[in-house]
């Protein structure tokens, strides 16, 4: 069936590293990809999105990289600070789907000093 | 300004019992959505309002669980004869529009089903 995964459930790297968060999608009519944050105890904040008329966008720090030839989404964090540490998803607009979407399970990425 | 807020944060009840838990939405949001998220797992879609239209039902697990929306903003979702399996963290989001806006989450109810 058609869902959004990720490669890695888990990523641990050094305080100023760059870190690099990948999502599988299935879905080949989905038209709109976010990435959210979300610490423990809190609700998932958004990070950035990504229309599938763009390969790439930029914010502040990060990144996402969208390749629709192989139906995979990245999220780059530049110089990765210890507040940094949080679970990771990724989500799509399930098929062109106005407001539903689906999400990845997460990774849990972690920000060593 | 505000953003979205949920009551209770954390619920414990006792299997068989209904509980209801509360979204107020960012003022002006006229998009509000309910999801379920299990322990380790993604957030699961369970259902969407948008203004006066009809709400889209379609990810809710089974006829225990029902949402409304009133006046178009304040909303509660109601799980009836709650199961062990209900146990989740159910989290709600609001958006300006009914179009692929960012979706603003709460901080969730975490629910517990003894």
């Known amino acids: 069936g058609e869902s959004v995964g990720l490669h890695l459930p888990t990523l641990s790297v050094q305080e100023g590293d760059n870190s690099i968060i990948n999502c599988a999608y299935s879905?080949?009519?989905?038209?709109?990809f976010i990435w959210y944050k979300q610490e423990s105890g809190k609700g998932p904040q958004f990070i950035i999105d990504?229309?599938?008329?763009?390969d790439k966008r930029q914010g502040q720090r990060v990144t996402v990289l969208l390749n629709k030839t192989v139906k995979h989404l990245s999220l780059q964090i530049a110089a990765t600070q210890p507040g940094d540490s949080a679970v990771y998803f990724c989500?799509?607009?399930?098929?062109?789907?106005?407001?539903?979407?689906?999400f990845g399970k997460g990774t849990l990425l972690t920000v060593n000093p | 300004g505000a953003g979205v807020s949920q009551s209770p944060s954390n619920k414990v009840t006792e299997k068989g019992k209904d509980v209801e838990l509360r979204c107020d939405p960012i003022?002006?949001?006229?998009?509000l959505y309910w999801y379920r998220q299990s322990l380790g797992q993604g957030l699961e879609f369970l259902i969407y309002?948008?203004?006066?239209?009809?709400?889209?039902k379609s990810g809710l697990p089974s006829d225990r669980f029902s949402a409304e929306r009133t006046g178009g903003s304040v909303s509660t979702l109601t799980i009836q004869r709650t199961q062990q399996e209900d146990s989740a963290v159910y989290l709600c989001?609001?958006?300006?529009?009914?179009?692929?806006?960012?979706?603003?989450f709460g901080p969730g109810t975490r629910l517990t089903v003894l």
């Open positions: 003022s002006g949001h006229t998009a």
């Open positions: 309002f948008q203004g006066n239209s009809a709400p889209d």
């Open positions: 990504i229309r599938s008329n763009m």
């Open positions: 879905n080949s009519a989905s038209d709109y």
């Open positions: 989001a609001s958006s300006p529009t009914v179009s692929t806006d960012t979706q603003y």
């Open positions: 989500a799509e607009n399930s098929g062109g789907s106005n407001y539903k979407l689906t």
